[in-house]
């Protein structure tokens, strides 16, 4: 038995198109991770405000609720690749708009906030168009092994941007840290427009009207309790616990009381539990247990972040939150490869649609709403009580969805 085939990650970078989509991701990931942090700092210096904060997270996930099962639509009845180069060209305007702004003097929130809005519009459409092509490269039995992948580069995002993000504001301030941005998003359009999909048969593309795909998208993702039980535990997630993200600016600075070098380093400590978590994941053969390491790793970041927002020390909650990472490799690899595999071939791209609008919808109420409690309350009471409320959510939609009881993930 040769290496590879012991490791099936391996095999999957080995071949081209896979490697580009995956060092694209990587490179991008790292830029939006920074440009969070980055942002967080000069929201908070132009308006000193963890509400204005927390609207961060609004106006970038406020068009997914709207647009999401659109996207879907958009993912299986078109190219992806041509979507792909679109969205990341989209991307690197946002970052260039930002980057003069602030070098002229003119920036201000709300100009930010559009910005981001934009960029939310154009991650609307990235992510069911990139996940199905991680399908359509790496195929059914190697998806979850391609989805750990997926999530290791994202990490890899989540622990060099903000340490970069913090770094990069303390020695050459905000003008140096969004040219450095808009360099990654360069770099990630660049390999996106070498990258080659498999073509696809007219009978593999969609050719419903929109309002019957639409429809037709919703009532499978209602009706396919796997696929339903993944939903209703992703809102709670990005309602109640994935929030804090946005608001680590604020802990670092109103709880903790540490520089934006610590805060950069705070913010990267879930990418290096998750990155731990997820290197073990993609070395795993024959992945069976999907929905229990879904549930389990959701559970554990959201009892990881509630003890966060009550920590005063800086190192337990660097701690806290790199165990909360390492939860949510299983979280994060799950939840697509469980939606996808448990959906026709016909219906992949609309059910991922259907996760981006209940991620979408989850940010959208949580960062208004813990924004909200943290500027009348205080930080600490905000994350603690909504990440409390998760944990009690989470293990109700355990005990009602199959998610943990079944065994791998059912074929449609």
């Known amino acids: 038995m040769t290496k590879h085939r012991r490791l099936p990650a391996l095999s999957l970078l080995g071949e081209r198109d896979f490697l580009i989509l995956w060092i694209s991701k990587s490179i991008h990931e790292m830029s939006r991770r920074m440009e969070l942090l980055v942002?967080?700092?000069l929201i908070l210096k132009l308006t000193g405000s963890a509400?204005?904060?927390?609207?961060?997270?609004?106006?970038?996930?406020?068009?997914r609720p709207v647009l999401s099962l659109f996207a879907g639509h958009i993912a299986d009845r078109f190219n992806r690749r041509?979507?792909?180069?679109?969205?990341?060209?989209?991307?690197?305007?946002?970052?260039?708009?930002?980057l003069v702004t602030i070098v002229t003097g003119t920036i201000g929130h709300w100009f930010i906030f559009g910005t981001i809005l934009f960029q939310g519009i154009a991650k609307v459409m990235d992510d069911p168009s990139r996940r199905t092509a991680i399908l359509d490269l790496s195929g059914e039995v190697r998806l979850a092994n391609a989805m750990s992948l997926e999530t290791i580069n994202n990490n890899a995002g989540k622990i060099i941007g903000p340490v970069l993000g913090g770094v990069l504001?303390?020695?050459?301030?905000?003008?140096?840290?969004?040219?450095?941005?808009?360099?990654?998003?360069?770099?990630?359009?660049?390999?996106?427009?070498k990258l080659r999909l498999p073509t696809r048969s007219k009978d593999e593309r969609l050719n419903l009207p929109i309002r019957e795909s639409l429809v037709q998208g919703i009532r499978y993702s209602v009706k396919n309790r796997m696929v339903l039980g993944v939903l209703l535990i992703s809102l709670v997630m990005n309602g109640l616990v994935f929030p804090i993200q946005y608001f680590i600016p604020v802990i670092a600075s109103d709880v903790l009381s540490v520089s934006t070098v610590l805060g950069g380093i705070l913010g990267s400590a879930d990418g290096i539990g998750n990155l731990i978590g997820a290197s073990m994941i993609a070395m795993k053969r024959n992945l069976s247990r999907h929905g229990l390491l879904f549930v389990g790793g959701a559970l554990i970041i959201a009892i990881a972040v509630t003890l966060v927002a009550w920590s005063p020390w800086f190192l337990i909650s660097f701690i806290l939150l790199l165990i909360g990472g390492w939860g949510q490799a299983g979280f994060s690899t799950m939840q697509a490869t469980i939606v996808l595999l448990a959906s026709h071939q016909e219906l992949r791209g609309r059910t991922q649609g259907a996760q981006g609008l209940v991620n979408g919808l989850g940010h959208l109420i949580g960062g208004y709403e813990i924004g909200a409690i943290a500027s009348a309350f205080g930080i600490t009471l905000a994350i603690g009580l909504n990440a409390g409320a998760g944990i009690i959510s989470l293990i109700a939609l355990a005990i009602v969805?199959?998610?943990?009881?079944?065994?791998?993930?059912?074929?449609?």
Request: glycine share 8%; aromatic share 10%.
């Open 82 to 98: 041509l979507i792909l180069v679109v969205v990341h060209s989209a991307y690197l305007l946002s970052a260039i708009l930002i």
């Open 51 to 63: 509400f204005h904060v927390g609207l961060i997270s609004v106006f970038l996930n406020g068009p």
């Open 169 to 193: 504001i303390a020695l050459t301030g905000f003008i140096g840290a969004y040219a450095f941005i808009a360099l990654l998003d360069i770099l990630a359009l660049v390999l996106m427009i």
């Open 39 to 41: 942002l967080g700092y």
């Open 401 to 412: 969805t199959p998610l943990v009881k079944q065994r791998g993930t059912p074929q449609p």
